[in-house]
Each structure stands twice: as C-alpha cells, then as structure tokens.
C-alpha cells in the first residue's frame, strides 16, 4: 500500500512539475518575447486579405535577422519584392532551387484555424510543410499542401493548417514552416503569420 502510494504521490509531483514548464514557456510565449513578434499589421489588405499577420522569424530575409536553415542550393539572392510589405529598405529574397528547402526558425501560434502567406515567384511548385514541437520535441509533421509558383511576384493564396487537433498536445505553442522546391525555381520573400482564427 505504501508502495502505491509513493507511486502516486511520484507521478503527482511529475505532472505538476511538467504544467508549470509548459506554463512558463506559455507566458513567454504569450508576452512578445523571442518566439513571438508582437507587431501585428494587415499586410495583404491591398488583395482584400483582412487578417492581421506577424512577420515569420527571419521571413523577410534580411541581413540581421534570424537566420533560416537552407538545404541543397538554397540561398539568399539579390531583389526584393516589389511591394515591400515588411519594408522599403528591404534589398533580398530567398532563392529554393528543386530539390532544396528552407526551415523557419521556431514561432508560437494559437490553435485553431491557422495559415501563413508569402510573397513569391518562380516556373514549379513549392511544397510546405509544418513541424510542430512539444515539450519533448518534434512531435508531428504536418502537410500543408503545394503552392504552384508564376514567373511573376505575387501573394500566394492562405496557405491554411487546422491545428485544433495537436493543440492539446503542444506545450511550447511552437510550429516551424520548410518550404521545399518540387519543381523548378522558387523566390520567396517576406513570410507572414496569422496566428488566430480569422473570418
């Protein structure tokens, strides 16, 4: 009996020690800290989009900012957008040759009807998908469809995930975008996140 008892009283102790974690790496995910940028705009307004996004960490591709990880022949290149979402100062792109990709660097995000757009232009199609993390790692990865690319910029369509499914799951509120070429030549740039359910 006091075995069992031990046993209980242990796994007590374990769960609560887990819920506080996860609650502190919600506060600070919640208080516009490193996983999350408080800035919130309507960027695509000008295409009749009127949701609020956050810029994706390091998703306008700028020197300074955080740093994506690039496979194959990934690279920055020279050229902007040409409507400057995030910035008229903006001078680069992000160039995914078929057969690379690009991974974001880990963002919060709140469960529900989630999606992201970008700007991009290119002659194939540009598969994305979406790893989620929890408290003990990667713990799903997850198809977010193909964006088919033109020679010209221009926003790609809501690139939409339901993550209602794996949001009791999650403890860190942390999802990361890869972004890989199928075919041809992809330039992306300025990479925005709408992180709440929108009408």
């Given at each position: 009996?006091a075995?069992?008892?031990?046993?209980v009283?242990?796994?007590a102790?374990?769960?609560a020690?887990?819920?506080?974690?996860?609650?502190?790496?919600?506060?600070?995910a919640?208080?516009?800290?490193?996983?999350c940028?408080?800035n919130?705009?309507?960027v695509?307004?000008p295409?009749?989009?009127?949701?609020?996004?956050m810029?994706?960490p390091g998703?306008?591709?700028e020197?300074?900012?955080?740093?994506w990880a690039?496979s194959?022949?990934?690279?920055?290149?020279?050229?902007?957008?040409?409507?400057?979402l995030?910035s008229q100062?903006?001078r680069?792109s992000l160039s995914?040759?078929?057969?690379?990709?690009?991974?974001?660097p880990w963002?919060?995000?709140a469960?529900g009807?989630w999606h992201?757009r970008f700007v991009?232009r290119?002659?194939g199609?540009v598969?994305?998908?979406?790893?989620?993390r929890?408290?003990?790692?990667v713990?799903?990865?997850?198809?977010?469809?193909t964006v088919?690319?033109?020679g010209?910029?221009r926003?790609?369509?809501r690139?939409?995930l339901?993550?209602?499914n794996?949001?009791?799951?999650l403890?860190t509120r942390?999802?990361?975008l890869?972004f890989?070429s199928v075919?041809?030549t992809?330039q992306?740039?300025?990479v925005y996140?709408d992180p709440?359910v929108s009408?």
């Open positions: 009996m075995t069992r008892l031990r046993i009283l242990g796994l102790c374990a769960i020690a887990l819920a506080g974690l996860a609650s502190s790496v919600d506060a600070r919640s208080n516009g800290s490193a996983l940028d408080p919130f705009s309507r695509f307004l295409w009749n989009d009127y949701a609020y996004y810029l994706a998703g306008s591709f020197a300074g900012a955080p740093e690039l194959g022949s990934a690279s920055l290149v020279p050229g902007n957008e040409p409507f400057y995030r100062q903006d680069q995914i040759p078929a057969g690379s990709s690009a991974t974001s963002m919060c995000f469960p009807n992201f991009g290119g002659d199609r598969r994305v998908t979406v790893r989620v929890g408290l003990l790692g713990i799903s990865i997850l198809d977010g469809g088919w690319m033109n010209s910029w926003p790609s369509p690139v939409s339901l993550l209602t794996v949001g009791g799951l403890t942390a999802i990361s890869r890989t075919t041809g992809a992306i740039d300025d996140v709440w009408t």
